[in-house]
Each structure stands twice: as C-alpha cells, then as structure tokens.
C-alpha cells in the first residue's frame, strides 16, 4: 500500500484526529506506507508532525483562512531549515497528508512527478541533465512567471502599482523551492539574493518613481487650489450689516462644497506630509476680509458708538435726579447692543466695557449724593438746634399702638415665609415692616430689626444661587448662569460678605459670558459648517440661552436662522 492510500485508509478508520497523535506515524510504519517511499521519508514525517504539522493539518481539514498557505509554508520552511532535510521531500511528505486528509484536491505538479524525489540525482533520459542548464531553465522560468503573475492596480491619484497575490506567491514558491534546492547542488550562495533582486526588479518597473509621483500631486493640489478660490468667489454673499459696513459670508449650499474640496486637500497635504488645516483656515478668513469692509471702518464705528453710550450716559445721569440710573433705558440699550455685536466681530469685550462706564457713573453719583446728604444732615442739625434754643418743646410722639401691631404681624409673616424656605417672599415682607413702621416709639429699633431679617434672607438667596451658577461658571455655561442671576429677587439687601460675593461672582459670570460670546460664535459657525446646516441638541440649548441673555446679538441671530 503506497503513502497517500496508507494515510486515507487511517483517516477513515480512525478519523482526521489521527493525524495529530504520535500513533500516526508508527501505524503508517506498520502497515508498509513508507516501502516505496525515499529511506528518509519515516523521519521525515515524524519531525515535521512534532513539529506541530499535525495540528495544522487537523485545523485546516475542518476551515481554511485565507492566509492558510503562508502558515503552511511557513510551517515547512522552519522545519527545513532546523532538520537539514531537502525541501523536496519535506514538501512531498506534507502535500500527501494534506491531500489524503481532503484539504487540497491535487497534488502538486513537477517535472515526471513519478520520480520527483529524484529528479535532480537520478535524472531520466528526458529531462536535463546538467544542473547548470537545469538552473538556466529554472531562472527562465521564474523572470517569464514573475511577468505574467504581477497585477497591476491603480491608487485614489491614478498611478499604477504592481503586487502579487497569494495564489501568485504559491506559485512563484514552487518555482523558488526548485531553484533553491538545484542552488545547493551548485553551492550557489548568492540564489536567495538573486530571487529577492528579480522580485523587486518587476515591481519597481511596474511603479512610477518619486519624481513622477511629486510632480503629479503637486499638480493635483495646484487644481485643487484653483477650484477652492474659485468655489469662494461664486459662492460668496455680500450685504451691508447694521453697522452700514460690507460683510461677507458664504452660501449655505456653497459651505458643503468648499467642505467637500477641503477633504481632498487636506488628504493630498498629509500624502505630502503638509498641514493644510492652517492654510485653508487662513485662505477662507482673508478671502472674507477682503470682501468685508476693513477693520480700520469697522473700528471708526466703534468710536462712534463709544461717544454715543458715553453722551446718552451722561444724559441720564443729569436727568434722574434721585435713585438709580436706568441702565435698561432703550436708547442705552440700542447702542449697547450693536457695541457687543461689533465688538465680537473685532474680538473686543465691550460687555465689560459697557459694564465699566455704568459702574463709573454710579459711583461718581454715590459721592455726590454722599457729600449732598452730609450737608443737608448739618442743615437740619442747625435748625433743630435754634427751635430748641428758642424754647419750643415740638417733640411729640405719635401713637404707636396700632402701628406696632401691624409691624409684629408682618415681621411675624415673614418669619413663617423664611421658615419654609421662600426667601424672596421673606424679603417682601420684611421690607414692608422696615418701609411702613412710621410710629415715633423706637422707630430705628424697629426698622433695624426688619432690616436685619431681609438682610439675613438675602444671604440665603444669594447662597442658593451661588450653589446653582459655580457648576454652570465651571462648565463654561455662563448663559445658563446669567439668566439665573438675572431671575434674582429685585429687592435683595446685600451687606458685607453677601454683597462681595455677589459682585465677584456677577463679574465672573460677565467675564464668562463675553469670552463665550465669541467662542460660541465660532464653534457654532463651524458646526453649521461641517454638517451642512445642522447644529446638535446641546448646541441649539446653548445658543437658545444665548439669544435668551443677549437677544440682540446679530451673529448669534444669524447662526439660529441659517441652522436647521
């Protein structure tokens, strides 16, 4: 019984779980397989299933990868290379267990298979029979092979590349395996560098070189750069803004294309090793600009609108007499609104500026008040003083029965307020004992104690809303803070440490909000940008609180009516 038929016959008596024991060599031995077979081919079979062939075999006789080749050859030539056996009988003992196991469906094909174990030393009267020429033909062979293997496929810019595929390396193995073992009866030691030189010899005629390939690139990102330009200019909206200046933007429609055509610049610059990020950034910006009125104009308005909030400041400062300034006053607030709108676009914080002014003539008009009070205070002391002298007893006090009864009441309402937690109506309250107690009786004990009430309720305020807006402040929200601030009680009593925080908090929040401003416009404009038109929820809730804090806020506007 020859090798192949001995090795099926087990497989169908034991199973393919054979081949992986140490069994299957000594029962192959016992009935004969190896009688016709090279003296070495026993050995040889059993070093190469210890080696781990054996497994190969029974993984591969149930699923093959695509990559199963390579691990066979691999698997092979490690052994070879340990066990100083030819490759030919090493291939030939390895083809006929996979052939009787059913994982190949023939045998390899070489020159009178019949006596393929001894072609080389025992050569037939048909074949050749000087190494030499049986090398000259082998290398034939293999230059012609490598040729008419070789595929040739293009890449994403056109150029053309050659490779072989597995099934072309199997082949071309063969042929290699051959040459190598001829090479050894030749002492030829120079045959492994000869094959890797052919190889690589097909492939480089089959690839453009450097030059070709820059010159090619370079003249894509040339068009690329043609087509960008030219894309702005057809796609670019000029109109005239609030400020009577040119501005600039593109069309909707004309954001995706631009987009489309960055992609492809930005991949040949990273197949270049270049970083066109920055130079798109910057085209498309001074493209803008130079269709936009210049900063130069835009800064003049900027003066301009300066010295109107300064003379309308002063205005209202001459016009209200007694109390507070009306900073909510609508001609205030008009040149307020396009201060912060062209401030962002000059990247300038006009929200801490408008802020600044306020506080400026706020406290210019305490001081004046302040030195007013001092006077008419020594005024009235004087003149209290001459009725004393002249003997008028004009002090009375007016009943405060009732009038301290309905101090008690509300004070007593307002405790009750406070004790459930609802400060503002606390605050109410107290303020009302403080304004309306008119009794003579211990008049400053009384208000002073309705006055401490509202004070120490205000804290409470203000320390639940320093809980609400630090997280926001942190998470750069300070939108979402500022309308929380702005839902404060209007009549809280802020003294001391209240009164400090509040204003470092406020100031933190407006600092918040006039960097976000500008950032928030850039991230949004860049969102529309790269997903045509589309914001994200949290996105559309964060300019929905921008708009809700700054409503007059042209870019902001802007953004929410082109976005989807």
């Known amino acids: 019984m020859n090798l192949i038929d001995a090795i099926k016959d087990l497989i169908s008596k034991k199973g393919i779980s054979i081949v992986d024991t140490k069994q299957f060599v000594n029962v192959l031995d016992d009935v004969g397989a190896f009688k016709n077979e090279p003296a070495a081919s026993k050995k040889v079979m059993k070093g190469l299933m210890d080696s781990g062939f054996g497994a190969l075999v029974l993984q591969y006789s149930k699923k093959k990868d695509s990559n199963w080749q390579n691990v066979v050859r691999k698997a092979i030539a490690d052994y070879a290379s340990k066990s ?9 003992i390895a083809a006929a267990i996979f052939y009787s196991a059913g994982i190949i469906s023939e045998l390899p094909k070489t020159e009178a298979a019949s006596a393929s174990r001894s072609s080389v030393v025992n050569p037939s009267k048909n074949q050749i029979k000087d190494p ?8 034939k062979e293999y230059v012609s092979a ?19 595929s597995t099934e072309a390396n199997t082949k071309l193995y063969v042929i290699e395996s051959k040459i190598k073992l001829v090479a050894r009866e030749l ?7 000869w094959l890797y030189n052919e190889r690589q010899k097909v492939l480089d005629q089959n690839r453009p070189n450097t030059s070709d390939v820059n010159r090619a690139i370079n003249d894509i990102m040339s068009n690329l750069i043609r087509e960008y330009r030219a894309e702005m ?4 909206s000029i109109e005239d803004d609030e400020f009577g200046l040119k501005s600039a933007c593109f069309y909707p429609n004309v954001v ?8 492809k610049i930005l991949a040949i610059g990273k197949r270049k090793n270049e970083d066109k990020q920055s130079w798109i950034d910057k085209t498309k910006s001074d493209f803008l600009a130079s269709k936009s009125s210049p900063i130069s104009a835009r800064n003049g308005v900027l003066d301009q609108l300066k010295n109107e909030y300064l003379t309308r400041l002063n205005s209202l400062d001459k016009e209200t007499k007694t109390g507070e300034i009306d900073f909510s006053d609508s001609e205030l607030s008009e040149i307020r609104r396009k201060l912060i709108n062209l401030g962002t676009l000059l990247n300038q914080n006009m929200v801490t500026w408008c802020d600044s002014e306020n506080n400026r003539v706020t406290e210019e008009r305490d001081k004046r008040f302040s030195k007013r009070k001092k006077r008419n205070i020594i005024l009235s002391s004087v003149a209290g003083l001459a009725l004393i002298i002249g003997g008028g007893n004009l002090i009375s006090y007016t009943s405060s029965s009732e009038a301290r009864t309905t101090y008690e009441a509300t004070m007593t309402s307002g405790n009750t307020a406070m004790s459930k937690g609802n400060y503002a109506a606390a605050i109410t309250l107290f303020q009302k004992a403080e304004n309306e107690y008119d009794a003579s009786y211990s008049s400053s004990t009384y208000k002073k104690d309705a006055h401490s009430k509202a004070a120490e309720a205000s804290d409470k305020v203000i320390g639940e809303w320093v809980n609400q807006v630090t997280p926001l402040i942190q998470a750069n929200r300070p939108a979402k803070a500022k309308l929380i601030t702005m839902a404060l009680p209007a009549n809280l009593v802020l003294e001391g440490s209240s009164e400090d925080t509040y204003k470092n908090i406020t100031q933190q929040i407006d600092n918040s909000l006039s960097a976000r401003t500008s950032a928030i416009v850039d991230q949004l404009l860049n969102e529309i940008y790269a997903n045509n038109g589309k914001l994200s929820e949290s996105s559309k809730q964060e300019l929905n609180e921008m708009i809700e804090v700054i409503p007059d806020n042209y870019w902001l506007n802007f953004i929410k009516e082109k976005s989807k």
């Open 84 to 92: 100083g056996y030819k490759d030919e009988l090493i291939n030939n």
């Open 132 to 139: 030499k020429e049986l090398m000259y033909a082998l290398k």
């Open 146 to 164: 490598l040729k008419e293997l070789l595929i040739i496929k293009s890449d994403e810019f056109g150029f053309n590349y050659g490779f072989f």
């Open 187 to 193: 002492d030829d030691r120079d045959i492994e560098r």
């Open 233 to 236: 200019e057809k796609g670019c």
């Open 256 to 263: 995706s294309d631009l987009l489309a055509i960055e992609k």
